[in-house]
């Protein structure tokens, strides 16, 4: 006698199945999650990929995938990916939010046409973004840089970031002087501008908000102050986490302390902080960069294989190899 010819059993086996199956799909997304996490995108993609094969609905997958194209910058996948997460998740705050990063990051690199046409998509996604979650601050905070950076044709303007920013302010203050802050810069009121970012940090004196008052700093040449910011943050920054690799970023546009931007970059790499937000892969060529500026040819050539290890179709670390290479080609050949 088989234990399910009956049909209840049988309806029990299917329903257990079915669970199991989903439990799967579940634990696959979590773990494809995990490699995007540490910046190892290739083998985030192939589990993604079979992820797909079976369960090609999948919208939290889709948009798993999305970001796995969009840290690499290969923003048409990263958009086509985005899009079919938004159609099997329309009421998804963060499918909305990313899909309209893709378009972001595709405008900032298109034609003057092209690039007007993308930029209604952005505003529309991050507007659908945040109707869908008010509490959505990381959307919240991309709608408002929009606000101050797009003409009011296609849906930027002063005021309406000065009126999302008062929305913020009573449950995400910090991003709500952020934003009043980027205002005051765009209305050119440095004074103004540094009242925000100061008042940003004091509402929890967080990593993010003394590195966005370093950064100021640096745009308004006070390197001291810069710097003061900075390794404020970085003592904020218990985790060692993406903070670092931004003070390390704009110590390096700052052509300031680039040992000290190495050691920060060698820190966030050695942790379990890392997320998709400072992809390990794009860390590794930032920091083969600044090593290959020290003199350091052989640390700089070891840091691009690690990068195209966890990337290997990363197109700005597989030149920086090359040209690695052929640097060490031709000094091996001038020796003999």
Not at 10 to 19: G, V
Not at 81 to 95: I, M, Q, R
Not at 127 to 142: G, T
Not at 213 to 238: C, H, I, T, W
Request: net charge negative; glycine share 4%; hydrophobic share 45%.
């Amino acid at each position: 006698m088989f234990l399910f010819t009956h049909p209840f059993r049988l309806h029990l086996a299917l329903l257990f199945a079915l669970l199991f199956t989903t439990h799967l799909l579940a634990a696959d997304e979590t773990q494809a999650n995990a490699l995007l996490q540490q910046g190892r995108v290739d083998e985030a993609a192939a589990m993604l990929q079979e992820l797909l094969s079976n369960e090609p609905g999948n919208a939290q997958a889709h948009q798993l995938y999305c970001r796995v194209y969009y840290a690499q910058s290969k923003t048409d996948a990263a958009i086509h990916e985005c899009e079919l997460a938004v159609a099997n998740a329309p009421n998804e705050s963060d499918n909305h939010m990313w899909l309209a990063r893709a378009y972001g990051h595709k405008a900032a690199h298109a034609s003057p046409f092209s690039a007007l046409s993308l930029a209604v998509k952005v505003h529309n996604e991050f507007e659908r973004a945040v109707q869908l979650d008010p509490e959505n601050f990381r959307a919240m905070s991309d709608l408002g840089e929009y606000y101050v950076a797009a003409p009011s044709i296609i849906g930027g303007g002063l005021d309406r970031a000065q009126s999302l920013a008062a929305r913020m302010q009573p449950k995400f203050p910090a991003q709500s002087h952020r934003l009043l802050a980027l205002v005051a810069e765009k209305k050119k009121d440095p004074a103004a501008a540094e009242a925000e970012y100061l008042a940003a940090v004091d509402t929890g004196k967080t990593p993010e908000a003394y590195i966005n008052l370093g950064d100021f700093y640096r745009r308004e040449n006070q390197p001291d102050k810069m710097l003061d910011a900075l390794r404020s943050a970085v003592a904020a920054d218990r985790s060692k986490g993406p903070p670092l690799v931004d003070a390390a970023s704009t110590l390096t546009e700052a052509h300031n302390s680039p040992q000290l931007a190495i050691s920060l970059l060698r820190t966030y790499l050695a942790s379990s902080a890392k997320t998709d937000g400072a992809p390990a892969f794009k860390v590794h060529l930032q920091l083969g960069c600044l090593l290959a500026q020290d003199g350091d040819a052989a640390g700089a050539h070891r840091e691009y294989l690690a990068a195209t290890a966890l990337a290997s179709n990363y197109v700005p670390a597989l030149k920086a190899l090359q040209g690695s290479q052929t640097k060490g080609d031709t000094m091996s050949s001038n020796q003999h």
